[in-house]
């Protein structure tokens, strides 16, 4: 273990609970160079940018010399690391994924041409302290072989191949990722490279970029025989001690590979041993050999109608919803192909609404489509239907299971359209059909769920209110929407909100009214703030002078400027009085924690690691004690970061203890453990892919009935 002594790998041995980060060790000439500008002879690449000052390891005259610490110069030594790797035949996938030619996963020859899977991994590199660490993650890569062209000459219909993410390869090497929006005669596609707008080009330089589920359907189209999805799930390591050896394989080939890497006369190794985790009971930080970390005492529990449950699993309980129904009008939309599916559904759905929801009168309708659903006129079937019928609480619409992956296909058009005319939907796909093997089939509990929730129901609470909390924002800023038949080059924007009161009860969506472009995010947030203070306003029941203690929670962190600015808006509408935790939960990392004396090796569920005094990972998924729960793979821990104002009012377990019971609020799910993100998030990031797939004239038609219900869930 290099720059260690071997009475601290001893040390570090003893805890059995790791994180997959891996320590650079530095030696030779540690010195760095500050720079009040750049000299006009030197090369911006040997330079960082940190606030005004750049740092370098060149000494030239008129800099000064400062203390080390590897974060001053990270962009050097990621620089450093790619270029490395590109010279010894690693290939990305993406910004920071990683594969090599030689780990290729063997899968049936036939298809060899379309597509290859390989085993590669994902990085970052992360300063904590003064120490700077290799982040490094498994990572399971299906690249397309096959052109858009190829494809089309292997039979593949355009239906199937249009409304999927693309990349667009020219012979100059540029790389330019669009959505395909239209394919031509001729070896012509359309695609939309959203901020580039919409361009023709060649079929034979773009290639898919699509999720196994789309690869699973394109093959089938073809005739061509493989099982994508099992290969997925084959080769994932879902199991976290095998994922954390695999891991440990990756830093090793690193270690003989790629370090010890050289900038100037600094010599980077790395350590090939996982950072270990200390478990303590109070709030300290990284000390140079390990992480600290702590776990909630209790697991947040949910209120129904007249009782109380801290499962993760809420239904079904003896208990009926928090708040019920009285009555249900359900209308199916389906192909006629599928009647006799549909039929069983609906009596299945019946008797779980009596027996689980305790709701009595439900009125049931269906309208067979004579129509493929793969067809365009399918949704135009079901559009000109609805006009004579929408007098129901919700539409219930088949759609095939691939549709949810497609851009703009009949899962959101419909969607989109039922909006509109303020009716709520839930898709139905083959997957409702399938028996259940146990007793309750845990499929129609949670249609039934979602479906309650979107026609005014509240399926659960929490049973304690969130401390230091009135009311949670879960805010999504600059949602591309869809510029496809709008006529329109310029790309649109909009920002929505979920908002929450302190039990967690998911209260009200809003959206801003007109569009923005994408830098105007102060705009958005004035605009989101105003509709807040108006809806509370205009209820006589809510009273927006009680709201003093307000939770903004993105997924991406704000500037300090805008903290500032949006502080002062909240004053503005809500008193001088008013605190503001921003608790940003950032999804885009790699990090990954295990315990090696649990059984599989999972990271429980409630413990958070300490990473500084804003910030912590928690673990949500994982290995939990509490009846109802089960594993759900490798947890992917949630970094959370927390600025506060006008000063700090809220501690870190506070913040993990509220993150972690907003996780089990999805009402779009009654029976699966508690979600891995919090519903504030999970809500946000559902609104964004509707948003992407509506255009700026459907986005303006959602019905006012529905800001009050969760119709997109």
Partial sequence: MSGLGWWKVVKMDDFPKKINLFKLCFEGDKRIFKYSEIPDTEDESDFVRRGNDYFSLKKINGCEETEFNPYKIQKLIENAFKKKLSSNSYSFNRKYVVYKENNKIPHKQENEGIFSIFKGFEYRFVPIMNDMFLCIDYKLIIKFNASIQDLLDLNASKRSLIGNSVKFKSTDREE?????????????????????????????????????????????????????ISLQRQHSLLNPRRRLVEIKKVAKSLNDEIFPILIEGLDIKLDTEPLPIEEVRYSTFYDGFTLKCDTLSEEPELQFDRGSSSDIQPLPTQYPPYSRVEDLSLIFYYPVAKEREIEVLCGDLERYFRNYFYLDNIEISKESIDSDPFDENYVERIQNSLKFNNRSDIGIIYVPEVMKYYQNSPYYKLKAYFASQGIPTQMVTDRSFIPSKYPLNYT???????????????????????????????????????????????????????????????????????????????????????????????????????????????????????????????????????????????????????????????????????????????????????KGAFRQGTPKLLHITVDQYPKKFLNLENVAYQVLALTKLNWASATSPAQREPVTIKYANKLAKVAANMGSSQWNRINDRLFNRPWFI
Avoid at 530 to 552: H, Q, R
């Fill in 176 to 228: 330019r990722n669009g959505l395909l929006i239209g394919v031509e005669d001729h070896g012509v596609c359309i695609v939309d490279f959203y901020e580039g707008g919409e361009k023709s080009v060649s079929a034979d330089k773009l290639y898919l970029l699509c999720r196994p589920e789309v690869i699973q359907h394109i093959l089938k189209e073809m005739r061509r025989s493989e099982n994508v």
């Fill in 444 to 626: 129609i509990l949670n249609l039934c769920t979602g479906i309650i929730a979107k026609c005014g129901g509240v399926p659960w609470v929490l049973r304690t209110k969130l401390k230091e909390t009135d009311i949670v924002i879960g805010m999504s800023l600059s949602a591309r929407l869809s510029n496809i038949g709008e006529n329109i080059q310029m790309n649109r924007y909009i920002g929505f909100a979920n908002i929450f009161n302190k039990y967690g009860k998911w209260m009200y969506f809003c959206g801003t009214a007109q569009k923005y472009e994408k830098n105007q995010q102060i705009e958005q947030i004035a605009s989101i703030i105003s509709e807040i203070k108006g809806y509370y306003s205009n209820n006589s029941y809510l009273i927006p002078k009680n709201i003093k203690n307000i939770m903004i929670h993105n997924s991406k962190r704000f500037k300090r400027d805008d903290r500032d600015k949006i502080y002062e808006l909240l004053k503005e509408n809500f008193g001088e009085d008013t605190k503001v935790a921003f608790v940003t939960i950032d999804e885009s990392h790699n990090y990954r924690a295990f315990d090696l004396n649990s059984g599989d090796g999972s990271f429980q569920r409630g413990y958070f690691i300490y990473l500084n005094e804003r910030g912590i990972l928690l673990s949500t998924t994982g290995k939990s004690n509490f």
